[in-house]
């Protein structure tokens, strides 16, 4: 195999309630290859969160190294640090996070808007994404107008409408009905079979399943890896 | 981010919240508000009293009995202490002097006037012919008093409009005869209305020849001297020229008080400028007040949207583009606010225009440049701390909150 798109190495992440430390993350070493669909599973507290926020570029590790696409993005500036995030990678939340006020073509469009592409390109590449996620006759409605489904489907559109090299779902189907659900999955799974790279946290064990490669956090530790199994 | 993109970003971002926007647009209008018209009504105040003082009369000198300052010990005082009266000779003496244009005695007391068996009482003025033109009046009938010597007038009288109008009504007034005291005068003229003003209203004024009004006051002395200078630029030089004269006169003691006009203009013009100046500050307090509104409604503005902040910060937004939007949005809000301040205020001002039509009440440039200037600079300065503190958002911590 290539080089993986995704190693971390000796990561350790410490937070501080009170005058406890609290080891979200014990050292922590994982590699996870370009275009791979991974599920991160665990009870809470099991710090699978707070790896994904790592992965995300939102929390930075305590001590080890971070290496994305071969790069060393431990050591960037915040500013580097959110060029990254917005040309690398896509968060696909639980709670979907639009903007309320935004409508949905103009959520989509966020992350463009926030690099300052130019509207023309914007414009365009939304009504692409608008069209693939069978959203066209929702472009000018609020939030509050979707239903959860779409609302979910409005904030994968977000993800990938920068075409990153990563998508990163925490619980995606954690607010949705299971039929929604199969849906939103079905999309980010075709996503994936289009070489995006698939990171899911999840709760449910067959959600689980679906995934290529299934990792176990237990206490801020990684328990099981699928990966290191088969190779055994 | 674009301009354009940020700019649309904060609007919609103000205008998502009308409640909060519109409280903050008012707080930011009332304080420019404020401003625009307490400094209107300053400096309406100050034109006010420069317009009144330049209807007196331009390039005036006054000359007035008795010296109103002390200038240290002089040994004419200790001697005499009563000041010599200004006489008609002072007054006709100061034609000598090369500067002087006109000279018009003024010879003040109040008297009965009757006629047809109506009596009334009146303010008498005792002046010569160029009283006129030295104080820019104008006649709605008949002549002014005739040129001559001004020891020995003739017994002319010019009446103000109201008397005309109580003692004579519908019928003429001019060649009846009117008794002023114990004497009795022809009316020559009538004064056209000057409506009120500073000086004496000519209104319910009597103007005869001096020397019969001294003779009817049985003194010899003059209430005031008014001399007009020949032009702005020698108005200095009949001042000095005006006090040597008198000084001559008097046995080389200086016991008249000369004015010029131009000289109580600058002090009027001064303190009230000063006092428009000092009301702008106190109004530009509430412009403060609106700016620490403005930072608390900013502050909780981003407390409740930290999902949003976490949100863009995921989605790639740097700091700065952060606080960059939460600025536009400080002052964005502050600017409307000041517009909407600036047509409240010159509203106000047009209103009391429209009330008070005699009062000037427009407000000076440079209090609405300033109020405007301090709406934008306390907004946007108020509004740094909130930003920055959306900017330092933890995104885990925000994206948490739900």
Do not use: C
Request: proline residues 3%.
């Amino acid at each position: 195999m290539g080089s993986a798109l995704i190693e971390l190495s000796a990561i350790e992440r410490v937070f501080h309630l009170g005058d406890s430390e609290v080891h979200a993350l014990r050292h922590l070493e994982l590699a996870i290859d370009s275009g791979d669909y991974v599920a991160v599973m665990g009870p809470s507290g099991s710090g699978k969160s707070t790896l994904l926020n790592l992965l995300g570029l939102l929390d930075r590790p305590n001590a080890g190294t971070y290496h994305l696409e071969g790069r060393d993005v431990t050591t960037l500036s915040p500013e580097e640090q959110a060029r990254v995030r917005s040309e690398r990678i896509g968060f696909v939340f639980q709670s979907f996070h639009l903007v309320p006020r935004l409508t949905a073509a103009e959520n989509i469009a966020l992350p463009m808007t926030l690099a300052g592409i130019d509207p023309a390109q914007r414009a365009e590449r939304v009504a692409q994404a608008l069209a693939d996620y069978g959203l066209s006759n929702r472009a000018d409605h609020r939030p509050d107008q979707l239903s959860g489904g779409q609302r979910q489907r409005v904030a994968i559109a977000r993800a990938t409408i920068m075409q990153p090299a990563m998508i990163l779902a925490d619980e995606p189907t954690g607010n949705l009905d299971r039929a929604t659900g199969e849906d939103v999955m079905r999309l980010l799974e075709e996503l994936n079979s289009r070489g995006v790279t698939l990171i899911v946290v999840t709760h449910d064990t067959l959600l689980g399943a679906r995934a290529h490669r299934q990792l176990l956090m237990e206490d801020g530790e990684l328990r099981h890896d699928s990966a290191v199994l088969e190779k055994a | 981010m674009r301009a354009p993109d940020l700019i649309r970003f904060a609007r919609d971002a103000a205008t998502g919240n009308p409640l909060r926007a519109s409280l903050l647009v008012l707080a930011m209008a009332i304080g420019v508000a404020a401003v625009v018209v307490l400094t209107a009504l300053g400096d309406g105040a100050r034109r006010y009293v420069v317009d009144e003082f330049s209807s007196l009369g331009t390039n005036l000198v006054i000359v007035l009995p008795g010296r109103s300052q002390t200038g240290g010990f002089n040994p004419g005082n200790a001697i005499t202490n009563t000041p010599r009266d200004l006489t008609i000779d002072d007054a006709q003496a100061l034609l000598r002097a090369s500067s002087v244009q006109r000279v018009v005695p003024l010879a003040v007391g109040t008297s009965e006037i009757s006629y047809g068996g109506k009596l009334r009482e009146v303010m008498l003025a005792g002046t010569n012919a160029q009283f006129l033109e030295v104080r820019r009046l104008s006649l709605a009938q008949g002549r002014f008093l005739s040129e001559g010597d001004w020891r020995r007038g003739a017994s002319e009288a010019v009446i103000g409009g109201k008397i005309r109008d109580e003692l004579f009504g519908a019928q003429s007034a001019l060649g009846q005869l009117i008794r002023v005291g114990d004497r009795r005068f022809r009316v020559v003229g009538v004064m056209s209305s000057t409506g009120q003003g500073l000086g004496m209203n000519t209104d319910e004024l009597v103007i005869i020849p001096v020397s019969l009004a001294q003779a009817m006051f049985n003194s010899n002395t003059l209430f005031r001297i008014m001399v007009e200078a020949g032009s702005r630029e020698s108005i200095d030089a009949a001042k000095t020229q005006v006090t040597e004269i008198i000084k001559l006169r008097h046995e080389g003691e200086e016991d008249v008080t000369v004015i010029t006009q131009d000289a109580v203009l600058a002090t009027f013009d001064k303190l009230l400028g000063t006092l428009t100046l000092a009301v702008a500050g106190i109004a530009a307090i509430s412009l403060a007040v609106a700016g620490i509104l403005v930072m608390n409604v900013m502050l909780v503005s981003v407390t409740q949207r930290t999902a949003e902040i976490g949100l863009l910060k995921a989605l790639g937004a740097t700091g700065a583009t952060i606080r960059n939007a939460f600025l536009t949005e400080a002052a964005m809000l502050s600017l409307a606010g000041a517009l909407v301040g600036y047509l409240l205020g010159q509203g106000a001002a047009a209103l009391i225009r429209q009330l008070y039509p005699t009062f000037p009440a427009y407000p000076p440039d440079w209090a609405v440049i300033a109020g405007l200037s301090t709406a934008l600079v306390t907004g946007i300065v108020f509004g740094v701390l909130p930003a920055r503190q959306a900017a330092r958002l933890d995104p885990v911590q925000s994206l948490a909150k739900r």
